[in-house]
């Protein structure tokens, strides 16, 4: 399986620029035991990179997106001088860790079981 990221990216619509640095960032990520897809979003939700197919991506950036939107303003709310600097759902299927920044979001899917099981 291919598991170098794909730039999702419309052309020069995207201000974040996914350079190669952060290409063999992910592709460290995505090897890592139980790590079932890696995507960089930019704030709006649009996927700019991803190890994950088309409509996963789309599906997870946008609620993801969301998700983190409001974790981030309930954290200002309760203490206007602090800031979200990370993410962390669990189910008990998956995890979702997400690593917000200025301009862009990375997210992190993975299996909470051992594939094995």
Do not use: C, W
């Not at 669990?90 to 979001?105: C, R």
Request: charged share 25%; proline share 3%.
């Amino acid at each position: 399986m291919d598991y170098a990221p794909k730039s999702m990216a419309a052309g020069a619509a995207s201000n974040v620029d996914i350079n190669t640095d952060m290409d063999e960032v992910l592709k460290r990520i995505q090897v890592s035991k139980n790590v079932s897809g890696v995507m960089v979003i930019n704030n709006e939700g649009i996927p700019l990179k991803s190890t994950l197919d088309s409509s996963t991506t789309v599906q997870y950036g946008g609620m993801v997106s969301d998700l983190a939107e409001t974790a981030r303003s309930i954290v200002r709310d309760l203490d206007p001088t602090n800031q979200l600097t990370f993410l962390r759902v669990k189910s008990v299927k998956h995890e979702v860790l997400v690593a917000p920044e200025d301009a862009f979001m990375v997210i992190v899917l993975q299996n909470t079981q051992d594939e094995e099981s």
